[in-house]
């Protein structure tokens, strides 16, 4: 078996049980391979031939097997800030729940106790905005949504947050 076909295996197993979305260490880890300037340039060559696609700095996919284009954009989000508290917040979750009637296409928002950053992805744009808030006063405010594996704010933080970030809150209903 090939490295590239050994990739495309580890890649179809995560697929199974709910993965599909992987950073380069984590790749490197499932292939047992130090993950080094030879394994990144690696992963670049696969891409470049059309085995695997990157998604954001760091994070790749397969094309043979890619996650649920529904949840992909979540999935890619925990990626990128899975060490820090995030959370769907601001016009996304506003969005989500009825309080704004416009309806967010392409485009999540997602607070984050991480750098802010935004990030263009074949799902979507994801949008990190930095939050100085302590985690024990956002903790109370959120509620995990199972269907996406993320948190979400209450409508309430995510009209704080707006505010905080100086949005456009001009937007809300009622």
């Known amino acids: 078996m090939t490295r590239s076909e050994k990739l495309l295996s580890i890649f179809a197993n995560t ?31 696969c891409a470049r ?30 990626k990128l800030r899975g060490s820090v508290l995030s959370y769907i917040s601001l016009e996304s979750q506003l969005s989500f729940t009825g309080d704004i009637s416009q309806l967010v296409m392409d485009r999540v928002t997602v607070m984050t106790k991480g ?30 949504d199972a269907d996406i594996g993320m948190y979400r704010a209450t409508t309430e933080q995510a009209i704080a947050d707006l505010k905080d970030c100086n949005r456009n809150v001009q937007m809300l209903e009622g």
């Open 115 to 144: 750098r802010s950053g935004i990030f263009v992805t074949p799902y979507g744009v994801i949008e990190c905005i930095h939050t100085k808030k302590s985690v024990g006063s956002i903790a109370p405010c959120l509620y995990f």
């Open 15 to 45: 697929v199974k049980a709910g993965g599909g979305v992987h950073t380069t260490s984590e790749l490197a880890f499932m292939m047992g391979e130090p993950p080094g300037p030879a394994f990144t340039k690696f992963l670049s060559d």
């Open 49 to 78: 031939k059309g085995v695997i696609r990157r998604v954001a700095k760091g994070v790749f996919e397969s094309v043979l097997t890619p996650p649920e284009p529904s949840t992909a954009l979540y999935k890619i989000i925990r």
